[in-house]
């Protein structure tokens, strides 16, 4: 699967999951309440979905431009902090003015997400290919890699 399909069942499915949890996460370390996370984790959402179709177009164009192909552990890890470390400086003004905390308060209870995310976005993007298979831009000529 390549292209906008990919993106839309990759966007779909990664950000179902990512509401469900961060809502919960958020509520746990709020007094906000499961409603008012949800809609801040609707909201973060609607921000990692356009930020996840800017960086991921960045990426694999920088991708499809290595001599070596493939995704590597390094290439993973990079990809998943890059992601993240992007959405961090999104949603931390975000949270602030919805939970009507400071940025360094925002940013502070951020951390557990960021912590819990980075480790997702891992898991979710080897799952991902492992599953339908690498992006063309990091399969080996045209043959697809799963490994």
């Known amino acids: 699967m390549q292209g906008i399909q990919r993106r839309i069942v990759y966007i779909s499915l990664y950000e179902g999951i990512a509401i ?3 809502s919960a996460g958020l509520a746990l370390m709020t007094d906000a309440g499961l409603g008012h996370s949800g809609v801040l984790a609707v909201a973060a ?4 979905v356009i930020w996840n179709l800017v960086f991921n ?3 694999e164009r920088w ?3 290595q001599v070596v ?7 993973r890890i990079a990809h998943a902090i890059g992601f993240e470390g992007g959405l961090v400086a999104f949603l931390v003004p ?8 400071s940025l360094w308060q925002a940013l502070v209870m951020d951390l ?14 080897w799952a991902f290919d492992r ?3 690498l992006p063309a831009s990091a399969a080996a000529n045209s043959t697809v890699v799963t490994a």
């Open 57 to 59: 177009s960045l990426f």
């Open 63 to 65: 991708e499809s431009r």
């Open 45 to 48: 959402s609607v921000v990692a």
């Open 69 to 75: 192909r493939g995704r590597s552990l390094r290439r």
């Open 131 to 133: 599953v339908f298979g």
């Open 112 to 125: 557990g997400l960021v912590i819990f995310f980075l480790v997702y976005t891992f898991v979710f993007n």
């Open 94 to 101: 975000m949270f602030a003015w919805g939970l009507g905390v």
């Open 20 to 22: 469900v949890a961060a």
